[in-house]
């Protein structure tokens, strides 16, 4: 944040009025050359210090500082902006809650963050922005609040899913994870059309290394286990990549590693159109043993495809669910109506509600 310095007046107690100029006194003694040599001693280390720090502060940064312009300033700024000063400046109680976004889905973003303040989160929230658009339009809002990890994508090329440009966009995904757990943090990544209806962090039990929720929409007992699930026909479970959470070890790290090795060896093509997910399973399988997980439990976080789609569910476990997100459905305006007609598009009623506003 901005550091100013202020002023202050220090007034005199006596009732008289003060004068602006000094009256001479007619019996002060006059100065000697020694005060004259001390008094100009003072004045000439004085200004050489001023002369000093004139000429190295434009050479000195910090995070602080880079946050301290007005909207005259350049937005270049934002662009030396690094993961280190952003994760340093937002973090509460050594955790982030971070989300990549590029700027078609600003309103999802917002939507989320908004989910999130009403649940008093949000100051955790780190925008990780695939786009310039996208890290200068929420810094404008949000100072601070957004970093780019360069390279930057396309503004326009991470829309369509199944396309080379979402893979793109999604085979980023665990090298910011990474890069996060090496600076030391806990890490809750979300998805952003997801919405909070009631804080996650007490469903994150004991010391695992990773958290993560079902994608399968099938209905599991209330008591349901929290290891790993068993493989599914592809041979490879069917965990959500869209909310995980972890913590700074040597465990998760080298998940995120084997995820990042995954991605590189099943690139994008036109006969396979992969995303992030199927390599983040094949992680999963690969290090099982070797990385402490833990399963969240389905009521709380249930998948789009069971919460949206089995409605008897959804009434029996009414005011159980913590994160819902809205996926088993393409499209951006059918993603919206869904939300819309369940009063989950906050962006509507409450965009007073979120440090972006009204976007």
């Known amino acids: 944040m901005s550091t100013f310095l202020y002023q202050r007046s220090f007034h005199s107690t006596s009732t008289e009025p003060c004068d602006l100029s000094p009256r001479s006194e007619p019996n002060s003694p006059k100065p000697t050359a020694a005060t004259v040599f001390r008094g100009s001693a003072f004045l000439l280390i004085l200004l050489s210090l001023l002369i000093v720090v004139g000429f190295i502060s434009p050479y000195v940064e910090s995070p602080?500082?880079?946050?301290?312009?007005?909207?005259?300033?350049?937005?270049?700024?934002?662009?030396?902006?690094?993961?280190?000063?952003?994760a340093a400046y937002v973090a509460k109680n050594n955790t982030l809650i971070v989300c990549a976004v590029s700027e078609a889905y600003l309103q999802f973003l917002n939507n989320w963050v908004i989910s999130i303040a009403m649940q008093k989160h949000q100051d955790k929230v780190l925008v990780i922005a695939e786009d310039y658009a996208t890290l200068y339009k929420v810094n404008e809002r949000w100072p601070g609040h957004a970093v780019l990890i360069p390279p930057a994508l396309e503004a326009a090329s991470a829309h369509k899913f199944g396309s080379q440009g979402f893979f793109n966009f999604t085979a980023r995904r665990p090298r910011h994870l990474l890069q996060i757990l090496e600076l030391g943090y806990n890490v809750l990544y979300n998805d952003v059309d997801m919405v909070w209806l009631s804080d996650p962090f007490p469903y994150m039990k004991g010391d695992h290394d990773v958290y993560f929720m079902d994608d399968m929409a099938f209905v599991k007992p209330f008591n349901h286990s929290h290891d790993l699930p068993p493989p599914g026909k592809k041979g490879r479970t069917y965990i959500c990549s869209c909310l995980i959470y972890l913590r700074p070890t040597s465990r998760s790290k080298l998940l995120m590693k084997r995820w990042i090795q995954e991605m590189q060896e099943e690139p994008w093509s036109k006969a396979k159109k992969a995303n992030d997910q199927p390599a983040f399973n094949w992680a999963l399988n690969k290090t099982s043993g070797q990385v402490d997980v833990y399963l969240l439990p389905q009521t709380a976080f249930p998948t789009g495809g069971l919460y949206f789609k089995n409605k008897t569910w959804a009434r029996e476990?009414?005011?159980?669910?913590?994160?819902?997100?809205?996926n088993y459905i393409l499209g951006f305006e059918k993603k919206i109506k869904r939300f819309r007609d369940y009063q989950l598009w906050l962006v509507d009623d409450h965009a007073t509600e979120s440090p972006l506003g009204r976007l």
Do not use: C, P
């Open 64 to 86: 602080i500082s880079l946050l301290s312009f007005n909207s005259g300033s350049s937005i270049s700024k934002w662009k030396v902006y690094t993961l280190r000063d952003a």
């Open 317 to 326: 476990t009414e005011g159980m669910q913590v994160i819902i997100h809205n």
